[in-house]
Every structure is written in structure tokens, then in C-alpha cells.
């Protein structure tokens, strides 16, 4: 079946211009997940989706950064008046559900945010 | 918050030299993943521990969860050049029941053929 999809795949923007990136989960995967990588980094994890709600917004690192989920399915990742540190790959992953022990995490292709 | 060290942070092996990355922790864990990430590509998911002191085997690669939970550790025998990435491991936090995994910094492998 299709994996997690993600777009775009490469996104460059202008300093302090506002961006979307949108996540598509496996059908029938509860759990949703957005990581930030940094260029050579670890995954830096951001914000996690059970169904509709999000529990744990815990890992967004600012107020310019939100998330939201609709019919427990498609994601959207909104950042507001970019900066040049939001650099970075954007990966979202999904999973059966959210609920313990942890479910293996299926990782969409990610997206590359250029800030120039 | 719970943090994992993953050490070392770098590798680079003859084709054929075995390799081992390590995780450690300074509190318990309740269970362990390990993801491998390809250049270029998206971390996938190799295996999960559980129990205390649990091994498990994946043709050359073998995963251990130390005995107090504390660490594990990913060993590959015979590397091969398809062997090249980051291994990530990823412990499950058991005091929450969100499913969230913390990936530690990754140990990056280069495999000279």
C-alpha cells in the first residue's frame, strides 16, 4: 500500500513569509508525527497527533510554529514569519497507534525548507 | 528530559569489519527502536526491544538491551558498503503513553569497499 507522503519535497522561501507543509499518513494510522532534522543532525521531534488532537506539542519550538490534523488524516504544518534557522528537513511520520508499548514509526520522504 | 547518547558518533570500516554502535542512558527505559537513515533518505524502522537483557537477530545485525535497560547496543558483522547510514536508536518513553520516541544524535557509518 502507499506510504506517508509529504509535499512539498523541497520548499525555498524568503525570510519572514509564511509556509505549509502537509503530511498524508498511511490509511488507518492513528498516530502523526512531525520531526525537524538540521543538516547533519539528529531528529528533533516536534509535535505528536492522536486522531484529531494533539496531546504534545511539547518539541515546537516557537509560537511561529503550529500544527493541526483534520478527519484524523492529513496534516499541516504552518510556520509564520520564517527565519533562516527554520532551515532544515521536515519529516512526518505515522504510526498504527500512539498508544503504548510504541509502534514502529513509518517515515514520509520529508521536506527540505530552504529560508534564503 | 530523558536523553539518550549515542556513541560514537562516527565510524568509518573496512568492507567486511564488523561495527558496533551503542545507546546509552541514565534512567530506565521501558523499551528501545532502532532506525537506520540512508543518505539522502528517511529513518526506517530495523527493531524494537522490550525485555530486560533481549537479543535479537537480523541476518548480520544483532540488537541487545542491556540487562537493567539502561542501554542497548546494534552489532553488524561483516559490513557491507550497503551497510552505509545513520543508526538512530529511539527509546520509548514509558511514563507516557503518547507512543513519542526520542532519537538520539545517530551514528553515522562509512564503509570503505
Known amino acids: 500500500g502507499a506510504g506517508v507522503s509529504q509535499s512539498p519535497s523541497n520548499k525555498v522561501t524568503e525570510k519572514g513569509k509564511d509556509v505549509e507543509l502537509r503530511c498524508d499518513p498511511i490509511?488507518?494510522?492513528?498516530?502523526l508525527y512531525w520531526y525537524r532534522q538540521s543538516l547533519g543532525q539528529g531528529l528533533e521531534f516536534l509535535i505528536y497527533?492522536?486522531?484529531?488532537?494533539?496531546?504534545?506539542k511539547s518539541g515546537l519550538p516557537s509560537d511561529r510554529f503550529s500544527a493541526e490534523r483534520t478527519g484524523g488524516s492529513v496534516s499541516t504544518l504552518t510556520i509564520q514569519r520564517t527565519q533562516q534557522e527554520d532551515s532544515a528537513v521536515y519529516l512526518c511520520a505515522s504510526s498504527p497507534q500512539g498508544l503504548l508499548p510504541p509502534y514502529e514509526q513509518y517515515f514520509g520522504p520529508g521536506t527540505r525548507l530552504t529560508v534564503t | 528530559g530523558q536523553q539518550v547518547m549515542q556513541i560514537p558518533q562516527y565510524q568509518h570500516v573496512q568492507e567486511g569489519e564488523d561495527f558496533t554502535t551503542y545507546c546509552n542512558s541514565s534512567t530506565t527505559l521501558s523499551n528501545i527502536q532502532w532506525y537506520k537513515q540512508r543518505p539522502g533518505g528517511h529513518p526506517v524502522f530495523l527493531i524494537q526491544l522490550v525485555k530486560s537483557g533481549e537479543v535479537k537477530k537480523q541476518k548480520r545485525l544483532t540488537f541487545q538491551f542491556g540487562e537493567a535497560k539502561k542501554n542497548s547496543s546494534l552489532h553488524i558483522t561483516a559490513t557491507q558498503t550497503t551497510d552505509v547510514g545513520t543508526y538512530f536508536c529511539?527509546?520509548?518513553?514509558?511514563?507516557?503513553?503518547?507512543?513519542?520516541?526520542?532519537f538520539g544524535q545517530g551514528t553515522t557509518l562509512q564503509v570503505k569497499p
Open positions: 497527533f492522536q486522531g484529531n488532537s494533539a496531546p504534545d
Open positions: 490509511s488507518g494510522h492513528t498516530a
Open positions: 529511539a527509546p520509548g518513553l514509558g511514563s507516557s503513553n503518547t507512543g513519542k520516541l526520542i
